[in-house]
């Protein structure tokens, strides 16, 4: 698979079953080179990754819906949440994507002149990471969505898992073997978007 197919074939996918093609112990240490190799802003390397499986998979998904009823209470959307979340939750785990800020904290230190772009550069870094997670994930057959339910479950997450209060939840991804594939989505030529100045 070229790098490119490996592109084509990352999509949004939220029919997933509990497996992996592989055994999570490649994907563990497949998620900490790609770790290693996702570039960072003052090569600060603060991108932190948390993989859950099995009971602490179960147990993410239940704090996701617990927070969406104490936002929005027992309700139509609730019904509606509760189906997204159950459909989620079938899959074979979750990937957890953290900012550690004390890392953050000291670039600000460290360069004052800036500071003001730290953050900016540290989402960034993210982005990248969270790209490369999920071509690798689509690389090895696996399918994967990206959620944002980080204010909802952000501190009864860090304490159910004991994990540095610093670090800061930015987005889950559940993965696994696709139960299906996804209708094809349309797409604006790339040459329509793309200029080259000479």
Same mark, same amino acid.
Request: proline share 6%.
């Given at each position: 698979?070229?790098?490119?197919d ?35 802003g %003052? ?5 932190? =990754?948390?993989?859950?499986? !099995? $009971?602490?998979?179960? &147990?993410?998904?239940?704090? /996701? ?45 460290? %360069? ?5 772009? =730290?953050?900016?550069?540290? !989402? $960034?870094?993210?982005? &990248?990471?969270?790209?490369? /997670?999920?071509?690798l ?50 797409k ?11």
């Open positions: 698979m070229t790098y490119l490996a592109l084509r074939s990352r999509r949004s996918n939220y029919d997933l079953t509990n497996k992996t093609s592989i055994p999570i112990s490649e994907l563990e240490d497949l998620l900490a080179q790609t770790l290693e190799l996702s570039p960072t %003052f090569n600060s390397q603060s991108s932190r =990754i948390v993989v859950l499986v !099995e $009971q602490k998979h179960q &147990m993410f998904w239940n704090l /996701v819906l617990a927070g969406i009823k104490k936002e929005i209470g027992d309700t139509p959307s609730f019904a509606k949440s509760q189906d997204k979340i159950a459909n989620l939750r079938r899959s074979a785990g979750t990937i957890l994507f953290y900012e550690d800020e004390s890392v953050n904290d000291g670039l600000k230190e460290k %360069f004052p002149l800036y500071a003001h772009n =730290i953050g900016l550069w540290s !989402e $960034q870094s993210q982005g &990248m990471l969270q790209m490369s /997670v999920w071509t994930l689509a690389n090895y057959g696996m399918g994967a969505s990206l959620q944002h339910y980080s204010e909802l479950v952000a501190t009864p997450l860090t304490q159910a898992l004991g994990l540095n209060p610093k670090w800061r939840l930015i987005g889950q991804m559940p993965f696994g073997v696709p139960a299906s594939i996804p209708q094809p989505k349309s604006i030529p790339g040459r329509n978007r793309l200029v080259i100045a000479k």
